[in-house]
């Protein structure tokens, strides 16, 4: 009994997949999808008869469509025979026995014959493997990470140690499929029906590509921070998603070989959320502060604060009051600026008043009047 179904099986299977198919796209696939096998259209509108074919036999003569984004590899026996990056439609073409058909040319007796008579020896069955999978070209997106405490880095600007917990999510790209699939995808997802999703929660392999960037985020933060052309700043990291992937990329590179040995890149990264400690939020209020006291708009500052105690030192006894504005001024790094060797005044506010006027009339440079008020202030 067991001869007899051998037999027809055989017989049954070559006239099946001598049927040229139509192989595409899987429906209902998330956007995030990295990897799927091209599935034969087999009916459509109820037109169609390759029904019964062979789910790893595909005839010659057989069309698969490679849509936008999309690249195409080529499977013989479990190796990977060709990979198309191109969009179109691509006719199957193999030596194989398994793939002779007489609707491409390939003779009507001798196809048969040698068909059938090599799933015979196999219980039926055809004695090969064949399979095309797509493989996205596009970014991938919505690849989450993120810390549960604090991860710490060496920060240029800030010259000490920093931390923070962080999250946030990044776009992953597939840059060669061919290394993708040899160096990283577990066999099970070889199959049809089943898809590589990055995002999948039940995927081991990404699980481990999610524990891989949360070990790399520290050395990530420390490569921008420390990048003289982002400014050593990393408040800067937010508003930056493409100089951020970058560091991040090249942190997962050195510790992981992603791109050399997965073909692996990161693309662009979002940072939803910089929640820093205690010490570096304290550290970065004094930055803020000098930052507001630095430059122009620091003087600007220091001015007005000058302006309005040589106003309430005029309303408060005079120049008594204005030794009290002097040292308060000082505080902000005034006294530092360089005095000139001029005989003192008995009246600063009169000193200053002169000054001024020798500054609009052009007898005197904007430095030489600060360096005067300094010195009638006392600083």
Not at 40 to 60: L, W
Not at 185 to 197: E, H
Not at 254 to 266: N, P, V
């Amino acid at each position: 009994m067991g001869l007899v179904q051998a037999v027809k099986g055989a017989v049954g299977g070559v006239l099946a997949d001598q049927w040229k198919d139509f192989y595409t796209v899987p429906t209902g696939l998330p956007s995030t999808a990295a990897l799927f096998a091209a599935v034969p259209q087999g009916t459509n509108a109820g037109r169609g008869s390759n029904t019964s074919g062979s789910s790893n036999i595909i005839s010659n003569g057989s069309k698969i469509v490679v849509p936008e984004g999309y690249g195409l590899l080529l499977f013989q026996d479990g190796a990977i025979t060709a990979f198309v990056a191109d969009p179109g439609g691509y006719e199957w073409r193999s030596d194989d026995l398994n793939s002779q058909s007489i609707f491409a040319g390939d003779g009507l007796v001798s196809t048969f014959i040698k068909q059938s008579w090599e799933r015979f020896k196999f219980g039926g069955q055809p004695g090969s493997q064949q399979a095309a999978f797509f493989v996205s070209l596009k970014e991938l997106p919505d690849n989450r990470f993120g810390t549960q405490s604090e991860i710490y880095w060496d920060d240029a600007f800030l010259n000490t140690q920093v931390g923070a917990v962080t999250r946030g999510s990044y776009t992953l790209k597939i840059v060669d499929p061919i290394l993708f699939v040899k160096n990283f995808v577990p066999a099970s997802y070889l199959r049809p029906g089943q898809v590589f999703d990055f995002t999948d929660m039940d995927n081991a392999a990404a699980t481990q590509l999610f524990n891989e960037v949360v070990g790399s985020l520290a050395p990530a933060f420390s490569l921008y921070s420390n990048d003289p052309s982002k400014g050593n700043r990393i408040t800067k990291l937010q508003q930056d998603s493409i100089g951020f992937a970058q560091s991040l990329s090249a942190a997962v590179e050195q510790a992981y070989q992603w791109k050399s040995d997965r073909g692996l890149a990161i693309v662009k990264t979002a940072i939803v959320s910089i929640e820093y400690d205690a010490n570096t939020r304290e550290l970065l209020k004094t930055v803020q502060r000098a930052d507001a006291l630095s430059g122009s708009r620091g003087n600007s500052n220091l001015q007005a604060s000058v302006a309005q105690g040589i106003q309430s030192a005029g309303e408060n006894g005079g120049a008594a009051g204005l030794v009290g504005v002097g040292m308060a001024s000082g505080m902000f790094g005034a006294g530092s600026l360089q005095q000139p060797a001029a005989p003192a005044a008995d009246d600063p506010v009169a000193k200053l008043k002169k000054a001024k006027e020798m500054l609009d009339l052009g007898l005197i440079t904007q430095g030489d009047y600060d360096a005067l008020k300094a010195k009638a202030l006392g600083l």
